[in-house]
């Protein structure tokens, strides 16, 4: 069974810039999670989503939205891109959303350089 | 909020020797789950092991095992027989044993060197 597949693996853009990244889980997993990776902060929660709704979300600004489609399949976008926003996005699924202890399986994640 | 603390940033074994990562962690719940993750220079995040809090016994998987102390809200990772794909980051994870609560809250974690 594949992995979890996330596309592009790096991407650099300039401060301004909008971009999105995208992700695709598990055959069979509705959940996709979204996680930023910094030296500085370490790992954070940026949403969730399930059945094509948001379920949770992190403490990011409003430039950082996400979608989920029929098949599973999730994009996030970050608009207006900051220098801050420099970061490895990891994406994550799972086959329900959460209470059961269901592990999340990453994929390779997408390197966003900011310029 | 839970938080979870790793107060090893670094840690190195011989090849072969057993290694232990600390992590603790703070909650007031009593439904949850502590996980374990591996990550290599690859930068994917390896499900290493999991432990379901309202199980005493500590969860092993092969050569890794856990010390899981409720009480005392540690979880410690132990790695025998180390190898050098050991190495790696590690990190701690909590999750809320509540529905709909997918996220997972991370230490900073143990940077891991396997000396040959």
């Known amino acids: 069974k594949a992995g979890v597949t996330q596309t592009p693996r790096y991407l650099i853009k300039t401060r301004g810039q909008q971009v999105t990244l995208s992700c695709s889980p598990i055959?069979?997993?509705?959940?996709v999670s979204w996680y930023q990776q910094t030296p500085g902060q370490g790992l954070q929660f940026l949403f969730e989503?399930?059945?094509?709704?948001?379920?949770n979300k992190g403490n990011f600004p409003g430039r950082f939205s996400g979608r989920q489609f029929s098949n599973s399949r999730s994009e996030m976008n970050v608009s207006t891109l900051e220098l801050g926003d420099s970061a490895l996005y990891l994406c994550a699924s799972s086959l329900t959303t959460g209470g059961d202890g269901s592990p999340l399986h990453f994929g390779n994640g997408t390197r966003l350089t900011v310029t | 909020a839970q938080t979870v603390t790793q107060s090893q940033p670094e840690m190195s074994v011989q090849e072969a020797e057993t290694v232990t990562l600390s992590c603790t962690y703070d909650t007031s719940e009593s439904d949850y789950y502590l996980f374990w993750y591996k990550q290599p220079p690859s930068r994917q995040m390896i499900l290493v092991i999991r432990?379901?809090?309202?199980?005493?016994q500590n969860a092993t998987e092969n050569r890794f095992s856990v010390n899981f102390q409720k009480a005392a809200k540690s979880f410690s990772l132990k790695i025998s027989d180390s190898q050098l794909g050991d190495a790696a980051m590690y990190f701690c994870a909590y999750r809320s044993g509540i529905q709909g609560a997918q996220k997972l809250v991370f230490g900073q974690g143990t940077r891991l060197t396997i000396n040959p």
């Open positions: 055959s069979g997993h509705r959940s």
């Open positions: 989503y399930f059945s094509e709704t948001q379920r």
């Open positions: 432990q379901e809090a309202y199980k005493q």
